[in-house]
């Protein structure tokens, strides 16, 4: 990538000569865009307190995963002697901390703010138990809660040695008094607790004040015991190459084992913890002066998402704390069982969640596993809710014709869910497989065969989002239901080489990676290039949740230069910089962040009328070590309501949209020729409230009386 003279500060940039912002630090630009959604008095005051809980767990994963990462490439660069290495690692990782110092003091300001407006609410957050502050009905609930919640997981006081700290688990917490007695919490410990009080309020209790409150009392300990909470490298990998599959989960179930041993990345210390102890610590688990950090307001502010959800039941329907529930629709032909597959027959079919209802999923398979025309079910799993319907279904059909599941068992972080997911269906009979080698399975795709007068059909399911009640709800997300035999074919050959341990390569309509999707993202941008050269319309819309491949960016830097017009919509990270003359001046990026995550992923290419779906994100790791899916929409009705409603809306957003400026800063946007106060997420739930009346998903015909068009550009 040639040099250019580039108004963004070097602090963000990944090289000082390279016009690319380094992905862990607009990573943190992201999550600071999820903090200030807490900051936004245009959410309801218990959906700002979840997006400060996420903020917080985000960070937590980002050290854990991110961090982590830095520090072994810092590592092997020293081994290996390469000095300019470990000086650009180490400035990129003096940054990020410096970001987190910033964060951290922004979340304290947030959480102030909140605690001051819940408590008009009757919802009181309580980071100081004191006598001389609350009242003696208050203080013997927190007493209680400490009594009957903490008191009994207990583990006898020990002595406190820096030297044990290096037994300590991953997010282990420890309490040590200044006499040197320690106690090491055990996990099981929630970092947070809710008690009603007296006249219908809510008292908010953390673990870690409770400890300072009582702790010292209940053991005849004198002074207040410091707390400090260990993160660790959380990352683990476990290649799978074993012919045997019942050996598979045993094998990810020992990788388990290293998580809570990896190398520490990060202290969190309460102001109480004594200099001595911290400074033993410190020099026992190997960490430098930047790597410690103070607690902000709470150990346990990733605690606070438990908190909401425990206050919806008694308080949902106030406005002033939650937005009011939205019922997701399910599309007409989708709501009979008994003529479901007939519907599907006749078009295909878009879902766009969390405004369309998973339930029409849930109905498809359900009705599937109930049907006996229906010979065999096929599904992949990468991440799925703990009580599925889906799951429930598939095991009962199990008795009576094929199933087969496909399991991501390394899904970071849902690793033991989806190892006990395995060997419940095994145990009903369903044929389970997993994803083998280095490559992680992370296609989204389901998969009918149903003997209908003799023929064998496909009825297929391929979606940009995980198979999963819970997140249905709360991610956007996009669906295609399709009876193209053409794709069902090409799912049968992915399930069938997946289920034998093999890469699938010979698709006639689906592109996957790691064989092909990064080179046909590359083609398909360069044909966009080469018809800018020659004057034609040229125009590339990608919605992703990162963008960091930096192969990919050259390419986009390239369309820009040729005239293409190049909008993209990153919801993360995003290394390429837009807006720089003779460079990416004809690039534009924004970000949304609202009351639901954005996940969906679509690519389009006008020159070629080209749009894909996906479960891949433009990051080498989906290109080249994930098993991945991305379809065409083929179909003219759903090509023409994505591309002239969903994608142009986006950019018509003035209320969440931010932008990406040439200077690496995320800026509030004013789209041009919008209504004021567009809001995208409350729009496409308006559209799902009103059935696409108006739109190409119009079930009254609308297709018909609209006849497409190739004219699909948003504005600008």
Same mark, same amino acid.
């Given at each position: 990538?040639?040099?250019?003279?580039?108004?963004?500060?070097?602090?963000?940039?990944?090289?000082?000569?390279?016009?690319?912002?380094?992905?862990?630090?607009?990573?943190?630009?992201?999550?600071?865009?999820?903090?200030?959604?807490?900051?936004?008095?245009?959410?309801?005051?218990?959906?700002?307190?979840?997006?400060?809980?996420?903020?917080?767990?985000?960070?937590?994963e980002f050290f854990m995963i991110r961090v982590a990462s830095l520090g072994r490439a810092i590592g092997i660069a020293e081994r290996q002697g390469n000095q300019r290495v470990v000086r650009s690692h180490k400035r990129v990782r003096a940054s990020i901390f410096k970001s987190v110092e910033k964060l951290i003091r922004a979340q304290e300001t947030v959480f102030d703010e909140l605690a001051k407006a819940l408590k008009v609410q009757g919802v009181y957050l309580v980071t100081r138990i004191d006598p001389t502050l609350q009242s003696p009905e208050f203080l013997s609930a927190a007493l209680e809660t400490f009594q009957t919640e903490i008191m009994p997981k207990l583990e006898g006081p020990r002595v406190f040695h820096p030297s044990r700290l290096s037994q300590l688990g991953n997010l282990g917490l420890v309490a040590a008094f200044p006499n040197g007695v320690a106690f090491h919490l055990p996990k099981g410990l929630a970092p947070t607790y809710v008690r009603p009080i007296a006249g219908g309020g809510h008292?908010?209790?953390?673990?870690?004040?409770?400890?300072?409150?009582?702790?010292?009392?209940?053991?005849?300990?004198?002074?207040?015991?410091?707390?400090?909470?260990?993160?660790?490298?959380?990352?683990?990998?476990?290649?799978?190459?074993?012919?045997?599959?019942?050996?598979i989960p045993d094998r990810v179930r020992s990788g388990l084992s290293t998580r809570d041993r990896g190398r520490p990345v990060r202290l969190q210390a309460s102001t109480s913890m004594p200099a001595v102890h911290l400074d033993k610590a410190r020099a026992a688990l190997k960490l430098d002066q930047l790597q410690i950090f103070g607690p902000g307001r709470s150990l346990g502010l990733h605690g606070l998402w438990s908190v909401v959800q425990s206050l919806r039941a008694a308080k949902s329907e106030s406005p002033e704390l939650f937005f009011p529930e939205f019922k997701p629709l399910i599309p007409s032909p989708l709501r009979s069982k008994e003529t479901i597959f007939e519907s599907?027959?006749?078009?295909?079919?878009?879902?766009?969640?969390?405004?369309?209802?998973?339930?029409a999923y849930q109905s498809w398979i359900e009705a599937a596993c109930d049907d006996p025309k229906v010979t065999q079910i096929e599904q992949t799993v990468y991440r799925v809710d703990a009580v599925s319907p889906v799951i429930e279904a598939l095991k009962a059909a199990a008795k009576k014709k094929r199933i087969r599941v496909v399991i991501e068992l390394r899904a970071r972080f849902d690793e033991l869910n989806n190892l006990r997911l395995a060997e419940e269906l095994s145990r009903a009979g369903v044929e389970v497989a997993f994803g083998f080698g280095k490559l992680k399975l992370h296609a989204k795709v389901a998969l009918v065969t149903r003997e209908e007068n003799g023929v064998v059909t496909h009825y297929t399911h391929l979606s940009t989002g995980n198979y999963n009640a819970a997140t249905a709800r709360q991610y956007t997300d996009l669906a295609v239901f399709t009876a193209r035999p053409e794709i069902g074919a090409d799912a049968k050959h992915f399930f069938d080489s997946v289920c034998m341990g093999k890469i699938p390569t010979q698709f006639k309509t689906l592109v996957s990676a790691p064989t092909r999707l990064h080179k046909r993202i590359l083609g398909l941008i360069?044909? +966009? /290039?080469?018809?800018?050269? !020659?004057? &034609?319309?040229? #125009?590339?819309?990608?919605? %992703?949740?990162?963008? *960091?491949? +930096? /192969?990919?960016?050259?390419? !986009?830097? &390239?369309?820009? #230069?040729?005239?293409?017009? %190049?909008?993209?919509? *990153?919801?993360?990270?995003?290394?390429?910089?837009?807006?720089?003359?003779?460079?990416?001046?004809?690039?534009?990026?924004?970000?949304?962040?609202?009351?639901y995550l954005e996940h969906s992923r679509v690519y389009y290419f006008e020159s070629t009328r080209s749009m894909y779906l996906s479960s891949a994100d433009w990051m080498p790791r989906n290109f080249f070590s994930r098993l991945e899916l991305s379809f065409p929409i083929l179909d003219e009705r759903l090509f023409k309501y994505l591309a002239e409603t969903v994608l142009p809306v986006y950019f018509l957003d003035n209320v969440k949209a931010r932008e990406l400026s040439h200077d690496g800063a995320w800026r509030p946007r004013t789209a041009t020729g919008a209504p004021k106060n567009l809001r995208c997420q409350f729009y496409?739930?308006?559209?799902?409230?009103?059935?696409?009346?108006?739109?190409?998903?119009?079930?009254?015909?609308?297709?018909?009386?609209?006849?497409?068009?190739?004219?699909?550009?948003?504005?600008r």
């Open positions: 990538m040639s040099p250019v003279s580039l108004p963004t500060p070097p602090s963000l940039l990944s090289a000082p000569d390279r016009p690319l912002i380094h992905r862990d630090l607009s990573w943190l630009q992201f999550n600071q865009r999820v903090l200030d959604e807490a900051r936004d008095h245009s959410n309801p005051l218990l959906e700002r307190l979840k997006f400060l809980s996420i903020s917080s767990s985000n960070l937590d008292a908010v209790l953390f673990l870690d004040h409770l400890l300072v409150a009582y702790l010292g009392a209940a053991f005849h300990l004198e002074g207040v015991p410091g707390l400090v909470r260990l993160t660790r490298d959380g990352d683990f990998s476990v290649e799978i190459q074993e012919e045997d599959s019942e050996s599907l027959r006749g078009q295909d079919f878009l879902l766009h969640h969390p405004y369309d209802s998973f339930d360069e044909t +966009e /290039t080469q018809a800018a050269e !020659l004057g &034609r319309k040229a #125009r590339i819309i990608a919605k %992703v949740n990162a963008l *960091v491949d +930096e /192969t990919i960016i050259e390419a !986009l830097y &390239r369309a820009s #230069r040729a005239g293409v017009q %190049v909008d993209l919509i *990153v919801r993360g990270a995003c290394s390429l910089i837009p807006g720089v003359p003779g460079l990416s001046e004809n690039i534009r990026v924004i970000s949304i962040v609202d009351r496409f739930s308006e559209l799902a409230r009103n059935e696409y009346e108006g739109t190409a998903l119009d079930p009254l015909d609308y297709a018909e009386k609209n006849p497409p068009t190739t004219e699909t550009r948003a504005p």
